[in-house]
């Protein structure tokens, strides 16, 4: 039941930089957190994860571009994106799971546009 929101998309040129944000409505302190895209006509991808203790996980055609981060004072998790492709605009979502719950839901957020053209 936690509520998550995206935002943070945008229109960016090729090479620019963005830096998404998912806000949660509660605490986060024990759940993994993810970032999925979806461009039209393609089916979802994994893009980045971080566990709750702070473990990262990127999906090869974003690492060393993109950097996930997590303030859970703020139960806040980031989205920071840079050197942005073409190949890179989607509707960007947010995930979240209770670390260690195997019968818990996956929570998702609405999505965040991103569109990179020049």
């Known amino acids: 039941q936690v509520q998550l929101v995206e935002s943070g998309g945008g229109m960016v040129q090729p090479g620019g930089s963005l830096r998404l944000s998912c806000a949660a409505s509660?605490?986060?302190?024990?759940?993994?957190m993810n970032w999925y895209r979806q461009a039209p006509g393609k089916q979802r991808e994994f893009v980045a994860g971080?566990?709750?203790?702070?473990?990262?996980n990127y999906a090869g055609s974003v690492k060393d571009r993109f950097t996930i981060f997590r303030d859970n004072a703020e139960n806040t998790v980031y989205l920071q994106m840079n050197s942005l492709k073409p190949e890179d605009a989607a509707t960007y979502y947010c995930k979240g799971k209770r670390d260690g719950c195997i019968g818990c839901s996956d929570y998702w957020g609405q999505g965040t546009q991103v569109t990179v053209s020049s």
């Open positions: 509660g605490s986060i302190d024990f759940y993994s």
């Open positions: 971080i566990t709750s203790t702070g473990t990262t």
